[in-house]
């Protein structure tokens, strides 16, 4: 029998085996297009001076890409043109040179699929707000790739209610001018996740419903389809037009009319479209169910041919 000393000495093993751990692969850094250069994103750096970041005075454009092929690239482009003339800024590029960096953007990051942003700020100036102080507008494109919601989230549709912050009235910023900036946004943000609502509605100043924090707005309502005209203060979607496409291939009329919550509240089915969103099922507005309370059959329609024109339309990258 052992004594108390030769326990005591006896070596004490481990209850699991250690193991030598691998540490994880970094992630792979993004090549940003930055003024002209491409440089890793741990380089991609504005001037503190910069106008876009101390005013959000600039411009922006969100864009899909699919299967190797950027969806809807001159109607983006129409648009971030449109609003840079909208507010006086000089875009330091032609189109054609714009469509290249950002082909060449996505090519470098070894992307099919997947999201970019482009943005132009007004340029470093002084701490001032006179925007003539700034000489030289900066260009940025990242390509990346995004989700905006989760899987299940798309699947069983999303749930709204109706936030107390107006959409911006169109005669203080026009909401065809894709600004940077988007606190009106954020804030109406900010009250959907304090309600634990997936998406936000935004009113007009006449109680009308403009559009959601980043999509437009559309309710189906005895085979008939309803979104807010522009005028209601709803951002001129890229996304919006193809639904108005989709739709007349499927034999179906959009009508742009004011919609109130009343109308949301007993229609039959709502979606809503936007780049990042592309086109998703909504099924709950303010805690009441919109009609059978799960994605109607032809938002369902609209979603699937959504998805084929994305696959198989677009400006190629690769060619």
Same mark, same amino acid.
């Given at each position: 029998?052992?004594?108390?000393?030769?326990?005591?000495?006896?070596?004490?093993?481990?209850?699991?085996? +250690? &193991?030598? *751990? $691998?540490?994880?692969?970094?992630?792979?850094?993004? %090549? #940003?297009? =930055?003024?002209? /250069?491409? @440089?890793? !994103?741990?380089?991609?750096?504005?001037?503190?001076?910069?106008?876009?970041?101390?005013?959000?005075?600039?411009?922006?454009?969100?864009?899909?890409?699919?299967?190797?092929?950027?969806?809807?690239?001159?109607?983006?482009?129409?648009?971030?043109?449109?609003?840079?003339?909208?507010?006086?800024?000089?875009?330091?590029?032609?189109?054609?040179?714009?469509?290249?960096?950002?082909?060449?953007?996505?090519?470098?990051?070894?992307?099919?699929?997947?999201?970019?942003?482009?943005?132009?700020?007004?340029?470093?100036?002084?701490?001032?707000?006179?925007? +003539? &102080?700034? *000489? $030289?507008?900066?260009?940025?494109?990242?390509?990346? %790739? #995004?989700? =905006?919601?989760? /899987?299940? @989230?798309? !699947?069983?549709?999303?749930?709204?209610?109706?936030?107390?912050?107006?959409?911006?009235?169109?005669?203080?910023?026009?909401?065809?001018?894709?600004?940077?900036?988007?606190?009106?946004?954020?804030?109406?943000?900010?009250?959907?996740?304090?309600?634990?609502?997936?998406?936000?509605?935004?009113?007009?100043?006449?109680?009308?419903?403009?559009?959601?924090?980043?999509?437009?707005?559309?309710?189906?309502?005895?085979?008939?389809?309803?979104?807010?005209?522009?005028?209601?203060?709803?951002?001129?979607?890229?996304?919006?037009?193809?639904?108005?496409?989709?739709?007349?291939?499927?034999?179906?009329?959009?009508?742009?009319?004011?919609?109130?919550?009343?109308?949301?509240?007993?229609?039959? !089915?709502?979606?809503?479209?936007?780049?990042?969103?592309?086109?998703?099922?909504?099924?709950?507005?303010?805690?009441?169910?919109?009609?059978?309370?799960?994605?109607?059959?032809?938002?369902?329609?609209?979603?699937?041919?959504?998805?084929?024109?994305?696959?198989?339309?677009?400006?190629?990258?690769?060619?």
């Amino acid at each position: 029998m052992d004594g108390p000393e030769e326990k005591a000495k006896a070596p004490v093993k481990p209850a699991v085996e +250690t &193991q030598k *751990k $691998t540490a994880p692969a970094p992630a792979r850094e993004l %090549t #940003i297009f =930055l003024d002209g /250069k491409f @440089v890793p !994103e741990s380089e991609a750096k504005v001037s503190v001076f910069d106008h876009g970041l101390l005013y959000g005075d600039g411009i922006f454009e969100g864009i899909r890409f699919y299967n190797g092929r950027v969806f809807r690239l001159e109607e983006h482009h129409d648009r971030l043109w449109d609003s840079a003339r909208s507010i006086c800024l000089e875009i330091p590029m032609s189109r054609a040179e714009m469509t290249e960096a950002l082909l060449e953007t996505i090519r470098r990051n070894d992307l099919r699929e997947g999201y970019i942003r482009q943005i132009v700020t007004r340029g470093v100036g002084n701490l001032g707000l006179n925007p +003539t &102080q700034c *000489k $030289t507008p900066s260009v940025i494109i990242i390509a990346t %790739t #995004i989700a =905006l919601y989760p /899987k299940e @989230v798309c !699947e069983r549709g999303l749930t709204v209610v109706t936030c107390a912050t107006r959409r911006t009235n169109a005669a203080a910023l026009n909401p065809a001018v894709k600004s940077l900036n988007y606190l009106n946004n954020v804030m109406a943000r900010i009250e959907a996740n304090l309600a634990g609502a997936d998406e936000a509605l935004m009113l007009n100043d006449a109680g009308n419903v403009a559009e959601c924090t980043a999509d437009n707005v559309f309710i189906i309502k005895r085979g008939q389809i309803f979104t807010p005209p522009i005028a209601a203060g709803a951002l001129r979607g890229i996304t919006r037009s193809v639904a108005f496409d989709i739709a007349a291939e499927l034999g179906l009329k959009i009508t742009e009319t004011d919609i109130t919550r009343h109308d949301v509240f007993v229609a039959d !089915e709502c979606f809503l479209t936007g780049t990042a969103a592309e086109v998703i099922p909504v099924v709950k507005a303010d805690g009441r169910p919109i009609g059978s309370g799960k994605p109607g059959s032809i938002t369902m329609r609209m979603i699937e041919r959504f998805r084929e024109m994305t696959r198989a339309t677009g400006t190629p990258i690769f060619e």
